[in-house]
């Protein structure tokens, strides 16, 4: 039996856990087709890494997968209305039927809280099995309401209400920790989304721990109460200003380098969170196998980690490429969360203000948070999706 490079990567501390970063819907497409491209010499190895980390049977009858949890979002919620449009066609005609006060946003609300409750009820059987601490499935509010605490509360409670087993997503804005408190404090999961920066993580935390006080003062039960703060890798990076900010100074950026300050921020929050002895998990996601200096394959996002307890959520094609480049990743360090990030590196990014801004223990006040640069570019592309997904609901109900 060949483990998948993800597999290794959970043996270096056993409360590390994979995630899989979709809909469970989309899960046997994929496998299917990924399968069918695999090299003739590989595919008995990857139908059984494939199959180990998530079969449907397994799940129902056992109640067990190799993915402990399942995180969605809009664009991936979009990826399950495009693997079945015919069914969702029909679904999309049954609830406007069967509401003719919905107008098309409602449709699309109430088809959103559909494919939470479908993927939720996928996975149910491992929430059962485990006492209720695998399992979740993660349900998003929409990105379009990022700053309207309102509506994102409104929003949060309705995807809660989908099953026992469901964790809600809010955004990392100055409104969106008010939700995360006040969701924690009736006893809700949580999944702090577009996070990337240390100031942020922090707030979250200290959130969360306003929420638990709350919580434990009103008796509300916490038995299956989770927490989990995404830090969204390569976006931090590359979606922010630090390549633009290091080009106006004349200051020479590699991709190494951005990987290193990634890194940095991520570590700093993970080991504030555990010398703090605080309940939430750092979450990573937004990984990439790419070439390093030196022309090696690698996949920092997750070797510069190994050996932590953080949860790791792996999209389709992240999954795949590993899977691809499986014979030429170095094996992983079990002692790498432990390493210091390279001092040049960070020294070098000290000189740019977004940096800073991320790797400072104060350097953004929440109300900053939803103007940082990788902020607003997940927010833009997730509303974009969000809004794609409502126009097939649209051109649905108009024929």
Known sequence: ??????????????????????????????????????????????????????????????????FRGVTTNPPLSLQAVQVDPAGWTKRIKDIAAADPSLDVEGVYWAMYLELVRLGAEAIRPVFDKSGGKFGFLSGQVDPRFVTDGEAMLKQGLSIYAQGPNVMVKIPGSKE?????????????????????????????????????????????????????????????????????????????????????????????????GKENNHPSKMLQCSMRVEKDDAGNTVSRHIADFAGSDMVYTCPPGYIAQLMEAEDELAPFDPKAIEREPNPASIAKLMKLPSFRQAYEYDGMKPEEFAHYGSFQATAGEFAKATRQTVDFVRMTIEG
């Open 176 to 272: 969106g920790y008010e939700i995360i408190e006040e969701l924690t404090a009736r006893g809700i999961s949580t999944n702090n989304t577009t996070s990337f920066t240390v100031p942020q993580y922090l707030v979250c935390m200290n959130a969360v721990s306003r929420g638990l006080e709350r919580a434990k003062s009103n008796g509300v039960d916490l038995t299956n109460w989770r927490s989990v703060v995404t830090h969204m890798s390569s976006r931090l990076g590359q979606l922010s200003d630090w390549q633009t900010e290091a080009k106006a100074r004349g200051i020479d950026l590699s991709l190494m380098e951005i990987r290193d300050g990634e890194e940095a921020v991520l570590k700093r929050a993970y080991w504030w």
């Open 1 to 66: 039996m060949t483990q998948h490079p993800l597999e290794k990567l959970a043996a270096t501390n056993p409360e590390a856990e994979i995630w899989w970063d979709s809909s469970p819907l989309i899960y046997p497409d994929w496998e299917a087709k990924t399968l069918a491209a695999a090299p003739a010499d590989k595919r008995a190895d990857w139908e059984g890494q494939l199959n180990r980390f998530y079969n449907a049977d397994t799940v129902a009858s056992e109640g067990t997968m190799g």
